[in-house]
């Protein structure tokens, strides 16, 4: 069964990653996809390469979500391409790694507008058009424990997460928002993070895991489904960290 047959889903950064894990899943669900990448145009069309392969139904449209006016046109673009607008996830993010001291205003200004106002100008914008359906905010479990080097991204995720919880009290009964908080994820931006920290991914794994492994971008992908169909949780953040939470933090 194709449980999202004829609704229309946004997924913000899915040009690669996680995002475009979420995209791909959602389309094989059945959904008709808008994604949204800010520059890399030859990444996104990779992912609507791969959805259309799978029989899919994507849009794509290159906008800076980090701004009112790219969030403001991804929207619109959804509308105008599909009519209504019936998901939003919202997993566009920036982090960029140093110490919180060295932290320029120009580092702060991108991963703030990156990571958390485009999860407001974006939720604002569907919101126009939106009458009933899900928000998702990808966050990060450096939301919740301190993460050495990732201050600002962290203290943006945070943020994220306590959004998440107001959101979803003020857009209910009609609107549930949910948010999902992963660890180190094996894509390219998690394997960036190791080579800052310098530590190699087994080692990583050894020391930060239960099961043995990374989290893989295809398990948000199912946590975001599994949200989808679980009408009885709103509000909440879903952790996904191979156990790390209750071994070593960060």
């Given at each position: 069964?194709?449980?999202?047959?004829?609704?229309?889903?946004?997924?913000?950064?899915?040009?690669?990653?996680?995002?475009?894990?979420?995209?791909?899943?959602?389309?094989?669900?059945?959904?008709?996809?808008?994604?949204?990448?800010?520059?890399?145009?030859?990444?996104?069309?990779?992912?609507?390469?791969?959805?259309?392969?799978?029989?899919g139904n994507a849009v794509k449209i290159m906008a800076d979500v980090s701004t009112r006016a790219g969030c403001d046109a991804v929207i619109e673009e959804a509308v105008r391409k599909f009519g209504k607008i019936d998901i939003l996830i919202n997993n566009a993010g920036l982090g960029i790694y140093g110490n919180f001291a060295g932290a320029?205003?120009?580092?702060?200004?991108?991963?703030?507008?990156?990571?958390?106002?485009?999860?407001?100008?974006?939720?604002?914008?569907?919101?126009?058009?939106?009458?009933?359906?899900?928000?998702?905010?990808?966050?990060?479990?450096?939301?919740?424990?301190?993460?050495?080097?990732?201050?600002?991204?962290?203290?943006?995720k945070a943020a994220v997460m306590s959004l998440t919880r107001s959101m979803a009290l003020e857009l209910a009964p009609n609107i549930r928002v949910n948010a999902i908080?992963?660890?180190?994820?094996?894509?390219?931006?998690?394997?960036?993070?190791?080579?800052?920290?310098?530590?190699?991914?087994?080692?990583?794994?050894?020391?930060?895991?239960?099961?043995?492994?990374?989290?893989?971008?295809?398990?948000?992908?199912?946590?975001?489904?599994?949200?989808?169909?679980?009408?009885?949780?709103?509000?909440?953040?879903?952790?996904?960290?191979?156990?790390?939470?209750?071994?070593?933090?960060?």
């Amino acid at each position: 069964m194709v449980y999202l047959q004829d609704q229309v889903a946004i997924v913000t950064g899915s040009g690669r990653g996680i995002g475009k894990s979420i995209a791909i899943k959602l389309a094989q669900e059945g959904a008709r996809v808008v994604i949204n990448s800010r520059k890399r145009v030859d990444e996104l069309e990779n992912t609507l390469n791969e959805i259309t392969a799978l029989g899919g139904n994507a849009v794509k449209i290159m906008a800076d979500v980090s701004t009112r006016a790219g969030c403001d046109a991804v929207i619109e673009e959804a509308v105008r391409k599909f009519g209504k607008i019936d998901i939003l996830i919202n997993n566009a993010g920036l982090g960029i790694y140093g110490n919180f001291a060295g932290a320029d205003d120009r580092s702060i200004d991108k991963q703030l507008d990156t990571t958390l106002k485009s999860v407001i100008f974006c939720s604002q914008s569907a919101l126009n058009y939106m009458k009933s359906g899900c928000i998702i905010n990808i966050s990060s479990l450096a939301g919740i424990l301190p993460a050495k080097g990732l201050s600002i991204y962290s203290a943006a995720k945070a943020a994220v997460m306590s959004l998440t919880r107001s959101m979803a009290l003020e857009l209910a009964p009609n609107i549930r928002v949910n948010a999902i908080a992963p660890s180190v994820v094996g894509t390219k931006m998690g394997y960036s993070l190791l080579n800052a920290i310098g530590i190699s991914e087994e080692q990583w794994i050894k020391n930060n895991t239960l099961n043995g492994a990374l989290v893989r971008e295809e398990d948000v992908a199912e946590a975001v489904m599994f949200l989808l169909k679980t009408p009885s949780i709103d509000g909440q953040t879903i952790i996904l960290d191979s156990g790390q939470s209750i071994i070593n933090g960060f």
